[in-house]
């Protein structure tokens, strides 16, 4: 089984969201599953032209020359993608976003429709699941009301919803304790993923969970 995940943080591989993806990874490994991990950023990814020559005349292929045949390829080679975003102003990163529009050649100029909702089909069959994972710098949890909206399209298996974000890079030494107990959930959460297929209601609640008072939290922005 292989799990590949897109980490849409302009802040790449020292992001909050390239911890948790990290940690996830760490966990699928420890149960015998291969990762890769693609921080968006390190990429050179032009928007899509929506010209569709990716469906009517070369279908698949894209006419843009960069580096999305490559990340195409690896999105392909998953089992399981994980999308990862910070939340950035109340959505998913525009960097993700770009991403995903790129991600058009493998869909098909087919109208598909399940109980009143209307897709594209897959160019070719595809028997890829999809965990969503973001975190957002604010307490509570309606900043992600949006970006959940925009994952449920794909129908997640997981979705991990962080808020207090900016504790995860913190340097504080007790602020760092927080954050890896959280983080040894997150990977028991990826090895429970890759043994079972899902995840357990408690590794759940323990992903759920507050870690400090949104009082604490102000503080310790400083705000
Ligand atoms: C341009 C911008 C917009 C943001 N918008 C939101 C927002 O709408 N809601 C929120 O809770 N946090 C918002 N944040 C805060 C980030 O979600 C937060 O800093 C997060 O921890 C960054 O994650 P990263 O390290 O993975 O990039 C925003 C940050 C930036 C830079």
């Known amino acids: 089984m292989k799990f590949v995940a897109f980490n849409g943080s302009p802040a790449g591989k020292n992001s909050a969201t390239g911890r948790i993806l990290t940690a996830f990874l760490a966990g699928t490994a420890r149960a015998g599953a291969k990762t890769e991990q693609y921080h968006l950023t390190d990429y050179h990814i032009k928007q899509c032209q929506g010209c569709f020559a990716c469906w009517f005349q070369s279908p698949g292929k894209c006419t843009i020359d960069d580096d999305m045949e490559q990340l195409l390829q690896a999105y392909l080679s998953a089992d399981i993608v994980c999308f990862g975003s910070p939340v950035y102003s109340w959505n998913m990163t525009a960097l993700l976003k770009n991403f995903v529009d790129r991600l058009i050649p493998l869909k098909s100029p087919l109208l598909t429709e399940k109980a009143g909702h209307f897709d594209m089909a897959d160019g070719k069959k595809r028997q890829q699941q999809y965990v969503a994972i973001a975190n957002c710098g ?79 939290y102000i503080k310790f922005l400083g705000m």
């Open 138 to 216: 604010f307490p509570g949890e309606n900043n992600f009301s949006i970006i959940q909206a925009a994952f449920s399209c794909c129908n997640p298996c997981l979705e991990i919803y962080r808020n207090c974000g900016k504790l995860l890079t913190s340097k504080q030494p007790a602020v760092q304790e927080i954050v890896a107990d959280y983080l040894s959930q997150v990977e028991q959460a990826g090895y429970e993923m890759a043994t079972n297929g899902f995840v357990s209601d408690n590794t759940k609640k323990q992903l759920a969970m507050d870690l400090m008072t949104t009082e604490d």
